[in-house]
């Protein structure tokens, strides 16, 4: 069964950036590695603060439609609801490349 995630990167200024994908690790990697070039990148959004799963494609869609039409204080709401302190969820998934 195939996953697709709707997610909300932020940076330390907490500017806020909503997607969707159907592999959340490989598209948080490209975030971290501004390796899209967009909003994400010009702005640093390299912490993932919320995300959801669901299996319906269309469902995911149509959520992060619904949450990019809110305002921002519904929004951050939202990711307070289910992370309080702001922490990078994906803290610890990948390992940083020795030099």
């Known amino acids: 069964m195939k996953?697709?995630?709707v997610y909300i990167m932020a940076n330390r200024s907490r500017t806020l950036y909503t997607g969707v994908t159907n592999n959340?690790?490989?598209r948080v990697a490209e975030h971290k590695e501004k390796k899209v070039p967009?909003?994400?990148k010009k702005y640093g959004l390299t912490r993932l603060v919320y995300f959801e799963r669901t299996p319906d494609v269309k469902a995911a869609i149509a959520q992060e439609k619904?949450?990019?039409g809110w305002?921002?204080?519904k929004k951050i709401a939202l990711i307070e609801s289910?992370?309080?302190k702001w922490n990078d969820?994906?803290?610890?998934w990948f390992t940083k490349?020795?030099?």
């Open 24 to 26: 959340l690790v490989r």
């Open 82 to 84: 289910a992370n309080p």
């Open 3 to 5: 996953n697709y995630y």
């Open 89 to 92: 969820l994906s803290a610890g």
């Open 71 to 73: 305002l921002r204080a």
């Open 97 to 99: 490349p020795r030099r």
């Open 38 to 40: 967009g909003f994400t």
């Open 66 to 68: 619904r949450i990019k």
